[in-house]
């Protein structure tokens, strides 16, 4: 089961960063993030009202706020970086964050057998070598680079923060909840005092009729976002931290499979072999 919802997390996450990586590239990153968790928002409350999860209310909610805290951070970060450089290249970096909740695993007491530990090492070789990453070059793909190193430990620390947010199913339509709230409110904040110094909510020209036409796509992404940390929870909590975090960390091989689909972005002969090699990675940490 761990392997099935962690995989799963790794097709919604792939997906939906594609998506908000397609949208930053018309609408500024800050409404993209915040339009997108409002979407969230509306239907997770509808989902929490409809199966009583309100009763599940308590400290462990905590968790939650921090993961909503640190969660627009993160994407905002990424969202500038997908727009800044090729998917492929820059998604592959953003997995990197799974060394955080695999690290809490660890000091959690969890050890992993030879296979696993092999495919660790074996899956996150791969994750980084499917991008093809280009450390070096022209000044805006090393902004691209740290934004996107700074995105990773974001999504790191979400990933260990909702993990311990819930222990039943209605429990956590609750803790995804309140974690999109805290998304919007921590998102609109920062959107209103880019706003106030100049900068712009609205696409350029103020053509609200582009976020109009998105808004299905907007969706997408919200409520794909909002799965894969619902499937990553259940699998962290149904098998070890550390299996689950890097089979859900092999989403950037989505991400790059899409860009090369729709977008015709070409996979190098390093990143195949990377595809190969997080594939290769998954297979010893399934067994």
Same mark, same amino acid.
């Given at each position: ?139 805006? @793909? ?54 106030? @110094?100049?900068? @712009? ?87």
């Amino acid at each position: 089961m761990t392997a099935l919802f962690a995989l799963a997390t790794s097709l919604l996450w792939g997906l939906a960063d594609f998506g908000g990586g397609l949208l930053t590239r018309r609408i500024p990153a800050l409404t993209v993030v915040v339009a997108s968790q409002t979407i969230a928002v509306v239907v997770l409350g509808a989902i929490v009202v409809a199966t009583g999860g309100w009763t599940e209310w308590g400290p462990q909610l905590w968790f939650a706020v921090a993961a909503g805290l640190v969660g627009p951070v993160a994407m905002l970060a990424f969202y500038k970086a997908l727009a800044l450089g090729p998917m492929g290249v820059v998604s592959p970096l953003g997995s990197l964050g799974v060394a955080v909740p695999v690290g809490v695993g660890l000091l959690l007491g969890e050890r992993p057998g030879l296979a696993q530990f092999a495919g660790i090492a074996v899956a996150v070789a791969g994750i980084v070598l499917a991008g093809g990453p280009e450390l070096r070059g022209a000044p805006v @793909r090393r902004r691209a680079v740290l934004l996107t190193l700074v995105a990773a430990f974001g999504f790191g620390g979400v990933m260990a923060l909702i993990a311990e947010a819930s222990t039943t199913p209605t429990g956590l339509f609750l803790a995804l909840f309140v974690q999109r709230v805290t998304n919007v409110a921590a998102g609109g904040t920062a959107l209103y005092l880019s706003v106030r @110094r100049g900068g @712009r909510a609205l696409p350029e020209g103020s053509d609200l009729r582009i976020v109009r036409a998105s808004l299905p796509a907007l969706a997408f992404v919200g409520l794909a976002d909002v799965a894969a940390n619902g499937t990553y929870s259940v699998a962290a909590q149904n098998g070890p931290v550390t299996v689950a975090a890097v089979l859900s960390s092999v989403y950037p091989v989505v991400t790059a499979l899409a860009a090369r689909a729709v977008l015709d972005e070409r996979l190098r002969g390093i990143q195949a072999v990377g595809a190969g090699l997080a594939l290769a990675g998954t297979v010893l940490l399934a067994t």
